[in-house]
């Protein structure tokens, strides 16, 4: 497909914003820390690409002080979780099955299907255990848009689409 999702020239952009925690910070201090960090950031500059992927980490261990990396794929793309396909006129915004976090699912769900000039808002949290007993948090906000670049795409609040399946992490009702 050359360097477009379609032969009209769209691409698509997506910003992927990270909030990592310990469970040691699971409380009211903690999530007042965490309130403060902007969910959106201005898009750097981006070379060419079918999709162009701005992943910003803010983690408890750095002071929550954001880390970001720039990523240029080829469609389709399955980037943490979530894979993006065209199909012609749009794109196909799947998520897909997760083993490895609470609450999993081993289905591929379709969650978004974007036109031209479209944008999407995906949000998500989970708790991940590695090897050993520590758990640790992330809430994901994703950005998702199948139109131009701007450094400002994603920080207004006017979205074609927004999927919550965000739930309560620690127990209790959400």
């Known amino acids: 497909m050359g360097k477009h999702v379609t032969d009209d020239g769209g691409t698509l952009i997506v910003q992927r914003v990270v909030v990592r925690w310990s469970k040691q910070s ?3 201090e ?8 902007p969910r959106a950031f201005p898009l750097p500059s981006m070379p060419d690409a079918p999709l162009r992927f701005h992943d910003v980490l803010a ?9 970001e990396t720039i990523k240029l794929h080829a469609l ?11 199909d012609g006129t749009g794109v196909v ?9 609470f609450p999993y699912d081993r289905r591929a769900v379709q969650v978004f299907r974007l036109l031209p000039g479209e944008l999407a808002r ?4 989970y708790r991940f255990s590695g090897y050993s007993t ?18 400002d795409l994603f920080l207004r609040d006017a979205f074609d689409h927004v999927k919550d399946e965000r739930v309560t992490l620690y127990g209790g009702r959400g």
Do not use: C
Not at 30 to 37: E, F, K, Q, S
Not at 76 to 86: E, M, Q, R, V, Y
């Open 26 to 28: 699971r409380g009211a």
């Open 30 to 37: 903690g999530a007042t820390r965490r309130r403060h960090i």
């Open 59 to 67: 983690q408890e261990r750095t002071g929550y002080t954001p880390s």
């Open 76 to 86: 389709p793309a399955d980037l943490k979780g979530l894979l993006f396909k065209p």
């Open 93 to 101: 915004v799947m998520r897909t099955p997760a083993w490895h976090v």
């Open 122 to 125: 995906y949000l998500a949290n």
């Open 134 to 151: 520590d758990w640790y948090y992330e809430e994901w906000t994703v950005h998702i848009a199948y139109a131009p670049w701007r450094a």
